[in-house]
């Protein structure tokens, strides 16, 4: 399972990423950018090439401050978004009820392009235990679409690719 948008909503980290990054843009190399100017273009490359807004967000904040400047401010981000990682990333109503009945029927496995925090989110939430494989890129080292993290995952398993089933992105 992917845990953005399947296990917790990240609409709100997203968001607060956004409007954190185009803050970040404005005090660093565009003063006078305004919000309404910084999503027109982040949702001109989401839509562009069927990017995640997320991806846009970063693309944007790459053309602005350079990726050192990108780099900086995923620091700061980090610093600033981390310690409030379950207020800003909401269970979906219903999935500890569903997740509990899937692994009483099937081997559960994450994988999912999220932050070292994210574990210790699930921890917290009694979710973590509930998975067979912990594929998060920040601790494998491995991010999604990459043929190899799902390879991965499927070996961890110990299950044949075929006999597999990605939910989520």
Not at 135 to 157: H, N, T
Request: net charge negative; hydrophobic share 40%.
């Amino acid at each position: 399972l992917d845990v953005g948008n399947v296990i917790f909503t990240d609409d709100v980290a997203v968001a607060y990423y956004s409007w954190r990054l185009f803050q970040y843009i404005r005090q660093e190399a565009v003063h006078g950018l305004s919000f309404e100017q910084f999503l027109e273009e982040r949702e001109s490359l989401a839509l562009g090439d069927m990017a995640d807004s997320a991806s846009a967000s970063e693309r944007v904040g790459e053309n602005y401050l350079g990726k050192d400047g990108l780099k900086i401010f995923r620091q700061l981000y980090r610093a600033d978004a981390m310690p409030h990682f379950d207020k800003l990333t909401p269970l979906l109503p219903g999935i500890r009820q569903l997740l509990e009945w899937l692994q009483a029927e099937v081997k559960l496995g994450l994988i999912a392009n999220q932050p070292a925090e994210c574990a210790d989110s699930l921890r917290r939430r009694g979710l973590w235990q509930l998975f067979d494989v912990h594929g998060l890129s920040d601790i494998v080292g491995m991010y999604k679409p990459d043929p190899e993290f799902f390879q991965w995952a499927c070996r961890q398993a110990q299950q044949a690719p075929t006999d597999c089933l990605m939910i989520g992105d």
